[in-house]
């Protein structure tokens, strides 16, 4: 049994270094420490809150003073020892420290809650957790909260009684908090702050043990037997009367062994109590309490063992988001780099092969933009009568040509293959822009990067720049293409044009039905016609031809290299690169690193409180 209380204990402590106390901590995963039983000690000021919980320690440790004297939640983890052993005091933001004299834990709890809230008389949400180890006490664990009050004091803010009821209240409205409230005997129960919050957070007091104080300042001849046996208030729970030292006692440094004592003596020999006795006092109320944590720990732990089995999921889930630390040595920094260059390089060829969208806009390139570019070149124009006869004249210079102007066929074919240039070079530039483009995405799409925006932004440089070289040697093939056609021209096409003749009127759709005339004049009208469309007739195959290869070109210029080797210059400099440049690419953003830091020591919490639970759970 002594093991479940100190479970709670560590994973507690545990919970309070990493941020995790509840209202106040990270509520971006499920809080554990809203999950772990407690029992929380309320009461208004003046009640003998502070008096109770040392009469269960038997050591008078607790700050004392007029006003609030509690401004932080004090954590009392007790833990019961061997009898002869030393008693001693542990803090845990102080864990290698043992205070043996409990003045001066009075006095480390003063200084620890100015650190924190200063000089002020403002309260804070942050724990103080401390641990006392001696064979006085039973193993339990008490959470000590600011004094309920009705009135500001001097230097407090308007908003301090609110806030001190709101922090008790996120504290005994958990469904696995145990409410100790502490009432003095000597005011009317119905007036309690403590009963009154515990009355509205656990209408049915389940969860509440009332506790009153005082019972030896009442007026003669009252006493408290009413709410002590349940009549003016009743509880699930049974009430337990404590009487603390009076303040001549402390005054006079009355050991507390002395006064649990005198506690006992009280009780057995009160004649309104003494039928209680045996029920009555601060030992009795720690025993009780010990039992009932005990208790109640254990019905709690498969649901506990829920809690953290699902935190541990969430958090994995969320490192696997934010990306696993980044090493500190260089090879490992670089194999880090090449494995995310792969991962997009990955993403990249996907979208090029089909397994992503975005590939499919190349082919769209080649199937619509070029051949409609082609349609629309003006070869109308440049074949029209006038520019024929004028091209062709030109060609003949001083010396008309005799039979055929081979000359100005070759003018017009070769004016007419300069306009191929402009589709050629811009269906390179199109499928550039689709490359870029799926650059763009594919950058995005790769989420192992999106930690790191330096080597985001010089990836993207590498492939740009890389995608540069590879348009510019595209543009020298495909208008290497077009050059080609104008260099040598396919003679077996002019060979296979039918006679050059004049057609009978009456029948201009079929000049090969007409017999020849050996009287054509070669400078007619039909003749320059006939030159025009017989170099139309060229050009159209011509542009046949490219529509087909320069898509060839483009991909094996383009799209190939692109898919081959986009990083292979990169790769080659990064091989280059020191130790510092590499660290330089892989810069984080400092708040995802110290959220990584955060999601990795609440994983290692979560993991060890499984393993401690589950070890719990078996020795049970």
């Known amino acids: 049994m002594e093991s479940l209380i100190g479970l709670v204990n560590r994973i507690q402590r545990a919970c309070t270094v990493l941020g995790d106390y509840g209202a106040a901590g990270d509520s971006t995963f499920s809080s554990l420490w809203e999950a772990l039983p407690s029992v929380a000690v309320v009461g208004g000021q003046s009640s003998g809150k502070s008096s109770v919980l040392e009469s269960i320690v038997g050591r008078d440790f607790l700050p004392r003073g007029s006003g609030i004297v509690t401004r932080r939640p004090l954590v009392l983890q007790l833990h019961k020892t061997d009898d002869g ?70 230097g407090q803010q308007e908003s301090i009684v609110e806030d001190i009821e709101n922090m008790v209240r996120s504290y005994v409205e958990k469904p696995n908090s145990i409410i100790l409230a502490i009432s003095p005997a000597n005011q009317d129960i119905a007036t309690s702050d403590a009963i009154k919050l515990s009355r509205e957070v656990d209408p049915t007091g389940e969860r509440t043990f009332g506790v009153l104080t005082k019972l030896d300042l009442m007026d003669r001849g009252t006493n408290a037997i009413d709410v002590l046996e349940g009549r003016s208030y009743k509880l699930q729970h049974p009430w337990v009367g404590v009487v603390n030292r009076s303040q001549a006692d402390i005054n006079k440094n009355v050991d507390m062994i002395v006064a649990r004592r005198k506690e006992n003596e009280y009780f057995a020999t009160s004649p309104d109590y003494g039928h209680l006795a045996s029920k009555m006092g601060s030992e009795y109320l720690a025993k009780l309490l010990s039992k009932h944590l005990e208790s109640v720990i254990r019905s709690r732990i498969p649901s506990i063992t829920s809690l953290i089995n699902k935190s541990i999921d969430e958090l994995e889930s969320e490192m696997d988001h934010l990306g696993r630390p980044v090493a500190l040595d260089a090879g490992a920094q670089l194999y880090t780099i090449l494995e995310l260059c792969r991962a997009f390089d990955r993403i990249f060829k996907e979208h090029l092969d089909g397994g992503r969208p975005g590939g499919d806009r190349i082919y769209g390139v080649f199937d619509n933009q070029l051949p409609a570019a082609l349609r629309k070149l003006p070869f109308d124009r440049h074949l029209s009568l006038p520019n024929v006869r004028r091209v062709v004249s030109e060609a003949d210079g001083y010396q008309p040509h005799l039979i055929a102007p081979e000359q100005g066929y070759r003018r017009l074919i070769e004016g007419a293959m300069n306009y191929f240039r402009g589709p050629a070079e811009a269906s390179v530039d199109a499928v550039h822009f689709v490359l870029k483009e799926l650059v763009r995405k594919s950058m995005a799409e790769t989420k192992e990067l999106r930690r790191f925006p330096t080597l985001q932004a010089e990836i993207v440089a590498a492939a740009n720049e890389a995608l540069e070289r590879f348009r510019d040697e595209s543009k020298k093939s495909v208008i290497r293409l077009v050059d080609m056609e104008s260099s040598y021209l396919t003679v077996d096409f002019f060979r296979k044009l039918p006679q050059e003749v004049e057609p009978k009127p009456g029948n201009p759709g079929n000049p090969a039905a007409t017999p020849p005339d050996s009287n054509v004049d070669r400078y007619s009208e039909g003749h320059f016609r006939r030159i025009g469309s017989n170099v139309a007739s060229y050009v159209g195959m011509v542009s046949e031809t490219l529509r087909n290869t320069i898509p060839k070109a483009v991909v094996y210029c383009q799209v190939k290299e692109a898919k081959n080797s986009l990083l292979n210059y990169f790769y080659t400099q990064l091989g280059r690169q020191q130790g510092k440049q590499l660290s330089q690419l892989l810069d984080e953003d400092p708040a995802l690193m110290e959220r990584r830091q955060q999601c990795a020591r609440r994983l290692e919490l979560y993991k060890a409180a499984r393993d401690e639970v589950d070890s719990v759970s078996w020795a049970r």
Request: charged share 25%; aromatic share 8%; net charge negative.
């Open 85 to 154: 052993s030393q008693e001693y005091a542990e803090f845990l933001h102080m864990p290698r420290r043992k205070f043996t004299d409990f003045a001066l834990v009075r006095k480390e709890i003063e200084d620890e809650t100015d650190r924190l809230t200063g000089k002020t008389k403002q309260i804070s949400q942050v724990p103080i957790h401390l641990s006392i180890y001696s064979p006085n006490v039973v193993n339990l664990t008490l959470i000590d909260l600011p004094g309920l009050t009705k009135v500001a004091i001097d």
